[in-house]
């Protein structure tokens, strides 16, 4: 108890930090419970609700705790023309000092679910129940992605990000909007 209360302490967002790995460990708590029947029988309330909550944590991950936490922001929209854009964003090089130990919790609870799902994933495909094994790809996925955007945001600190998408500072929230110092010309980064 007492190495909670120095945990809590310790962090700057402590209530970002209770979403985060909340949002994280709610799920698969659930998922345990009701695949072993202790919640429920009817599969389809519990898709719903495994689903939601999966959604809520992408959302809350992307767009709360990877901000407050670790200073970094990402999206992704397409253009009317049909081409993507890849926006991350970094507000640590304005200055803003991340807390290490909510750095090592948000990416600690970040990653570390994915694991937990790939051996849910596992133990579906071989126990034959494919209809959770739904469940667990659109979890995986929607993990993957906020590792995914996340890890461009870090790289994006040193470079111009090119590749999958454009970088585009047009539509950064200039608050959070660090521009890495090797893109010196946004023409380069951004064709538009």
């Not at 695949?35 to 898709?47: D, H, L, R």
């Not at 995914?148 to 200039?174: E, M, N």
Request: charged fraction near 15%; include cysteine.
């Amino acid at each position: 108890m007492q190495r909670a209360k120095s945990l809590y302490a310790a962090t700057q967002h402590p209530i970002t930090v209770i979403f985060h790995v909340g949002f994280k460990v709610i799920p698969i708590v659930l998922y345990l419970l009701m695949g072993w029947g202790i919640i429920g029988e009817n599969f389809v309330v519990q898709f719903i609700v495994l689903i939601l909550l999966e959604s809520a944590d992408f959302w809350i991950t992307k767009n709360i705790s990877g901000r407050m936490l670790v200073g970094l922001r990402w999206w992704h929209y397409v253009n009317p023309d049909g081409s993507n854009v890849w926006v991350f964003e970094s507000s640590k090089e304005q200055g803003t000092i991340v807390n290490s130990i909510e750095g090592v919790i948000f990416w600690g609870a970040l990653v570390g679910a994915v694991p937990i799902w790939i051996i849910f994933a596992i133990v579906n495909i071989f126990g034959l129940k494919f209809q959770y094994l739904f469940v667990v790809i659109v979890s995986i996925i929607l993990l993957g992605a906020n590792i995914f955007g996340y890890a461009k945001c870090i790289k994006d600190k040193k470079t111009c990000v090119q590749g999958l998408g454009t970088y585009s500072p047009r539509h950064a929230d200039p608050r959070l909007l660090a521009i890495p110092p090797s893109c010196t010309r946004v023409a380069e980064c951004n064709p538009n």
